[in-house]
């Protein structure tokens, strides 16, 4: 079973950016795509981002985050990443990286905290 680490969490301001990693412990490549997910205090799990392993690497973003956050992957390193720009106190989460539409075992995943 693939294990899911992610990293890169942490406080800013508002307007601020992060760069959030996700490493795989294999490839990639097993799964058709990649994605990130958030979850709010009180608040359902959600899917902010999401990107094909293949080579067209298409991306699809949630309304929520379109236009400021970019994922991106490195199948090299089994790696996938979440650029987020000009961050809102709404986007204070716990951030975890899966494989959608249907999720394996989460992980640890990794606290941003926006303040306003």
């Known amino acids: 079973q693939v294990q899911l680490v992610e990293s890169g969490g942490g406080l800013v301001q508002a307007g601020g950016s992060l760069r959030l990693s996700c490493a795989a412990s294999?490839?990639?490549?097993?799964?058709?795509?990649m994605g990130w997910y958030r979850q709010a205090p009180g608040k359902q799990r959600e899917l902010v981002a999401a990107?094909?392993?293949?080579?067209?690497?298409?991306?699809n973003y949630a309304d929520s985050v379109k236009g400021r956050f970019t994922i991106s992957k490195d199948n090299t390193k089994n790696t996938v990443y979440l650029q987020m720009n000009n961050l809102k106190p709404e986007d204070t989460a716990v951030y975890y990286c899966?494989?959608?539409?249907?999720?394996?075992?989460w992980g640890q995943g990794t606290q941003v905290t926006v303040s306003s």
């Open positions: 899966n494989v959608p539409p249907r999720p394996i075992d």
């Open positions: 294999r490839s990639i490549f097993s799964f058709r795509q």
């Open positions: 990107i094909t392993t293949g080579g067209s690497a298409n991306t």
